[in-house]
Nanobody
Framework: QVQLVESGGGLVQAGGSLRLSCAASGRTFSNYAMGWFRQAPGKEREFVAT????????YYADSVKGRFTISRDNGKNLVYLQMNSLKPEDTAVYYC????????????????WGQGTQVTVSS
């Protein structure tokens, strides 16, 4: 089992920045690729970004490319999502997830999920 706990969400104005964190515990963190997903009200959960086991490779959804950066610290069992130039359409609950496959853009493929953190971007 892998337990994931997100933090760092909040309310920010358009154009602002937030950094989300996801703390992992349980099994060996570096054995898992990590992903960030988000779900807005009335919409399906969608892929945002993923990072490989060592952190050397990343992949982003087109909607966030150039604005968001995913990173990880295997020594601290943490994965981050730095979000810059935020837009109202980025408003959603953001989830981190862990899987033993990289890259995995499919939410149905991830084994473990956190409880989510709310990000609200005001215009």
């Amino acid at each position: 089992q892998v337990q994931l706990v997100e933090s760092g969400g909040g309310l920010v104005q358009a154009g602002g920045s937030l950094r989300l964190s996801c703390a992992a515990s349980g099994r060996t963190f570096s054995n898992y690729a990590m992903g960030w997903f988000r779900q807005a009200p009335g919409k399906e959960r969608e892929f945002v970004a993923t990072i490989s086991f060592s952190g050397g490779r990343t992949y982003y959804a087109d909607s966030v490319k150039g604005r968001f950066t995913i990173s990880r610290d295997n020594g601290k069992n943490l994965v981050y999502l730095q979000m810059n130039s935020l837009k109202p359409e980025d408003t959603a609950v953001y989830y981190c997830a862990a899987d033993q496959v990289y890259p995995n853009l499919d939410r149905f493929g991830y084994e473990y999920w956190g409880q989510g953190t709310q990000v609200t971007v005001s215009s």
